[in-house]
């Protein structure tokens, strides 16, 4: 069974950088797989923030992309994503997923992992 | 590219029938048939329940089933029992116009609550 696991720090400051980390288990971060973030800020919807390949090709939110920047570690068999000059409007729970291909739904979810920005 | 359109609220009762809507525009939904379906139960991670418009993952119930109509796509919940009641999320691949972007869109999203 393929379970992630999302993990980093629950606050971070205004204009600060966002650092999460995905562990993935039961799948290699080598497959074919894409793996993704998608957050959901408290009491609404879903936002995919962009997703990566083994060979690292990746995609982005265009709302966020300047920001982004979403790597793997195989050796670790992990993800990350870091969020730069974050706001308030970043506070939000952090969802790490993985998609058989790109700009695919995500059939095997995280936990979520909540990040509050403030000072 | 915007969120994709969903009623906020859906009611039933159990045994009945009911049918959430998401509508997009030919950029997405209309133009794709990569409508996904996920139902999120509070304090819970998303579960896809419907892919490529009408397909079911494994284990997911066959009283889940999704349609599409032009620009609209719809999940229907048949039998509807008390474990249904969540919020339900509706996704597409959105590519602008001459390809200029591409993103995965999520919609506004629906509660359904069993009366």
């Known amino acids: 069974q393929v379970q992630l696991q999302e993990s980093g720090p629950g606050l971070v400051k205004p204009s600060g950088t966002l650092s999460l980390t995905c562990a993935v288990s039961?799948?290699?971060?080598?497959?074919?797989?894409?793996w993704s973030w998608v957050r959901q800020p408290p009491g609404k919807g879903l936002e995919w923030i962009g997703e990566?390949?083994?060979?690292?090709?990746?995609n982005h939110n265009p709302s966020l992309r300047s920001r982004v920047i979403i790597s793997v570690d195989t050796s670790n068999n992990q993800f990350s994503l870091t969020l730069i000059s974050v706001t308030a409007a970043d506070t939000a729970l952090y969802y790490c997923?993985?998609?058989?291909?790109?700009?695919?739904?995500?059939?095997?979810w995280g936990q979520g992992t909540r990040v509050a920005v403030s000072s | 590219q915007s969120a994709l359109t969903q009623p906020a609220s859906v009611y039933g009762s159990p045994g009945q029938s009911i049918t959430l809507s998401c509508t997009g525009t030919?950029?997405?939904?209309?133009?794709?048939?990569?409508v996904s379906w996920y139902q999120q139960h509070p304090g819970k991670a998303p579960k896809l329940m419907i892919y490529?418009?009408?397909n079911r993952p494994s284990g997911v119930s066959d009283r889940f089933s999704g349609s599409k109509s032009g620009n609209t796509a719809s999940l229907t919940i048949s039998g509807l029992q008390a474990e249904d009641e969540a919020d339900y999320y509706c996704?597409?691949?959105?590519?602008?116009?001459?390809?200029?972007?591409?993103?995965?869109?999520f919609g506004t999203g629906t509660k359904v609550t069993v009366l």
């Open positions: 997923a993985r998609a058989k291909t790109p700009f695919a739904p995500a059939d095997f």
């Open positions: 039961g799948d290699s971060i080598s497959s074919s797989n894409w």
């Open positions: 990566i390949e083994l060979s690292g090709r990746s």
């Open positions: 030919s950029n997405d939904v209309g133009g794709y048939n990569y």
């Open positions: 490529h418009v009408s």
């Open positions: 996704s597409s691949f959105f590519r602008s116009y001459k390809g200029s972007s591409t993103v995965y869109v």
